[in-house]
């Protein structure tokens, strides 16, 4: 059995027990001793346990493989000039890709007019954070300790770091030569240890989704279906029509392969909820499945993962207009189009972790005057989403590794069209 059908599997039993394990708990006649054995499942927190650990494993990769596999990227460049066409490709694609996502998303909403005749009490406050000027964001993006930003998990400056480097060690001579080679001595044992830890996903997949549908349930589904919906109908747009479409037009390829390579990325990244401990698995598949050179991949997927939420666009697309409707409020042409350039650029920069969508929607509901408390309305239901949209983040930063590939004269396209091309790890 394929990791993929291993996965899914692990992810229908862990939705239908974990929501039959709320349901019974529910029970008013439920017996005291099944009662104190569920609920004593879920106290104990040995099943949240496996859960944790295997997403700690994940995230303890993706530092140490960001680090090593950019500098083996960046350090084997022939042309080392290449460098800034490379990096400035990635980025309009990245800010066009978000850019679409959110035009898509607004552009439902209003058609499909989720908010109208919502009439819900907020449930509680919502206080945002501050956000952070745009200048401290680009000053942060360099590293003043490149220990303290690998310690903290920052990865635009690790990124930088390890460009840096590898610049310098393609110039060094034989010496550079000597340590190069021991970084890909580096890049071989950490895939390794990805590959490893796949061979346990099924389980900690599990652990994850049970705990959470044990606890949480799906939320307050049945008030704001029609929201659920439309942001779902977004997704599925920008994954299925938007994202084949841009493969097919810059590179020429067919879609399906990509899209049946990327199965086990998205049920990684369903689970987990965060781009950032999805890195090891998508830097994995671009490089060995979908036949990315390890100088495209290393850079465009990890900086992918910090700068390019097409999902999390979608979601504050749809919410601001479901906001603005619930709330009985017009919004402008201006507003829209101020919507898609805040939500934009508030995706550089965001942490790829669960629930960031949260922030920076809050970001964008002030630019256009709409109350923040207004997240209190969707916050009920935004786990389920939140892992739906980080899927589709990470379809989004495959899909720009394999055109800048392409466009680089770095991509293995027999690898690539090969369907069954590392299916017995897939």
Known sequence: MTLTRQILIAMLAALLL???????????????????????????????????????????????????SLICGVSQLQDQSTLGRMGLKT???????????????????????????????????????????????????????????????????IIVFALLIGLAIGRSGEAGQRLAAHFRDWD????????????????????????????QGLGTVGDLLLYMLTVIAALLVQALVVYPLLLKTFTGLSPWPFLRKMRTVQMFAFSTATSSATIPVNLRNAEQRLGVDNRVAAFVIPLGATINMDGTAIMQGVATAFIAQAFGLELTFTDYLLVILTATLASIGTAGVPGVGLVTLAMVLQQVGLPPEGIALIIGVDRLLDMLRTAVNVTGDALVSVIVGRSEQALNEPLYSDLKAGESDA
Request: hydrophobic residues 55%; contains cysteine; glycine residues 6%.
């Open 18 to 68: 974990g929501s039959l394990t709320r349901t019974l708990l529910q029970l008013p006649g439920l017996p005291d001793a099944l009662h104190w054995l569920l609920n004593d499942l879920l106290s104990t927190g040995l099943i949240e346990l496996g859960g944790q650990i295997f997403l700690a494993s994940l995230k303890l990769l993706v530092v140490p493989l960001v680090l090593v």
């Open 91 to 157: 980025l309009l694609l990245y800010l066009a890709t978000t850019a679409l996502a959110i035009s898509l998303a607004l552009l439902l909403a209003t058609v499909l007019q989720p908010g109208s005749g919502v009439n819900l009490d907020t449930p509680a406050s919502y206080s945002p954070p501050p956000a952070t000027p745009l200048l401290d964001v680009l000053i942060g993006i360099f590293p003043t300790n490149p220990v303290a930003a690998m310690s903290s998990g920052n990865m635009l400056q």
């Open 188 to 215: 071989a044992v950490l895939m390794t240890l990805v590959s490893l830890l796949m061979k346990v996903a099924p389980y900690g997949v599990f652990c994850l989704l049970f705990n959470l549908f044990a606890r």
